[in-house]
């Protein structure tokens, strides 16, 4: 586990705010393909994924989400 925290660490500082998926109006398929594309650059493994997915969300989207 030590290696995702220090991945998501990484995965939150690179991860491009404009990039973000916001809300309906938003490509979610863009999103998630950003999001595929960024967490084996920065160690996340496929299995942490789902831990990892809040990162990608922003603004309505992320309030909806918690």
Same mark, same amino acid.
């Given at each position: 586990?030590? $290696?995702? $925290?220090? $991945? /998501?660490?990484?995965?939150? +500082?690179?991860?491009?705010?404009?990039?973000?998926?916001?809300? $309906?109006?938003?490509?979610?398929?863009?999103?998630?393909?950003?999001? +595929?594309?960024?967490?084996? +650059?920065?160690?996340?493994? /496929?299995?942490? #994924?789902?831990?990892?997915?809040?990162?990608?969300?922003?603004?309505?989207?992320?309030?909806? #989400? #918690?």
């Amino acid at each position: 586990m030590h $290696g995702f $925290g220090r $991945g /998501l660490v990484t995965l939150i +500082k690179i991860y491009d705010e404009k990039l973000k998926y916001y809300r $309906g109006e938003d490509s979610l398929n863009i999103s998630i393909r950003v999001f +595929k594309d960024l967490c084996p +650059k920065v160690g996340v493994r /496929l299995e942490e #994924y789902h831990d990892a997915f809040s990162t990608m969300l922003a603004s309505e989207a992320s309030e909806f #989400y #918690y």
